[in-house]
């Protein structure tokens, strides 16, 4: 019994990690914008199918990780200015329609340039599993769980630490009185969809030598981080990790004490069960209403 549940604790942890990551992107791009970016899941496959596509090439796997999430950075910044920047910050629901159609336009790019099948990628340090208490820990969850961490140590020091990151605080707080003190709030976007774009391509390349990767996999990637984004609160650096760990694991031991067959809809049903006690999700902003 523990080892199972160690078992599906590692796979939960793991998974849950790459949605953190996925989640975190959806909640960069909404406190600079407001706006959902449901392209987020295409950067999580150009991640990985980059990777895999240099590395095909004989390009060494370190580099091809650097050079897939610069690709994906650069593409995040290219959507920013060519298909958000037009339409302006007017009409919310025209700039969440601009995001579906160009997830659809890079999907169908990459389906072209690099076919419909499936690709792995090599795992970081071999695929000698680690035996804990029963349970098989593979080196690959590992490297997922040690960079993901690594990540969000990274942005905590970025926003607190940095001009740029505390520009995008300011930003996220209130834009019109970021733009009076000076802050360039486009900049700010660009970096925001820069950064998102990366996280999400980190995310698609970390998992891939475990899950495998293809044009569409972005799909539910990108739905589950949108859920884990929802879950934590939308627009919460915090929310996002949790909600991010806490749809990995209630999924994997929902696969794993029920059936497979349910765990793509955990992610879906978890978010109307908070949002039915807590509207705001877990760490979600407690606004009132005076009237």
């Not at 060494?60 to 650097?66: N, T």
């Not at 992610?267 to 209403?289: C, D, Q």
Request: with cysteine.
């Amino acid at each position: 019994m523990l080892a199972q549940l160690l078992q599906f604790s590692f796979s939960g942890l793991t998974v849950g990690a790459t949605y953190a990551l996925a989640a975190l992107g959806f909640t960069l791009i909404y406190n600079a914008s407001h706006v959902i970016n449901f392209a987020q899941g295409e950067f999580i496959m150009i991640g990985g199918m980059l990777a895999v596509f240099l590395v095909g090439l004989g390009v060494p796997l370190p580099f091809a990780i650097v050079l897939a999430v610069a690709v994906a950075a650069l593409v995040g910044v290219l959507m920013e200015k060519l298909a958000i920047e037009p339409v302006g910050r007017g009409d919310t629901l025209a700039l969440v329609i601009v995001t579906i159609g160009v997830s659809l336009v890079l999907r169908g790019a990459v389906q072209v340039w690099l076919g419909k099948g499936s690709h792995a990628l090599p795992s970081f340090s071999g695929d000698a599993p680690i035996l804990i208490g029963g349970a098989a820990l593979m080196p690959q969850s590992l490297w997922v769980l040690a960079t993901s961490a690594a990540v969000v140590v990274a942005l905590a020091w970025f926003f607190e630490r940095t001009l740029a990151g505390k520009a995008m605080l300011a930003t996220a707080i209130n834009r019109t009185a970021a733009e009076l003190v000076g802050i360039d709030t486009d900049r700010v976007l660009r970096v925001s969809f820069a950064l998102s774009a990366a996280l999400g391509a980190l995310g698609g390349i970390l998992i891939t030598p475990i899950t495998l990767t293809s044009f569409d996999v972005g799909i539910m990637l990108g739905l589950k981080g949108f859920a884990a984004a929802v879950v934590g609160g939308l627009g919460s650096g915090l929310g996002a990790i949790v909600g991010g760990l806490l749809v990995g694991l209630i999924e994997a031991f929902c696969a794993g004490w029920l059936s497979s067959s349910y765990k793509d809809a955990v992610p879906f049903v978890l978010i109307l069960f908070i949002l039915f006690f807590l509207p705001s999700g877990l760490f979600g902003p407690k606004t009132t209403e005076r009237v």
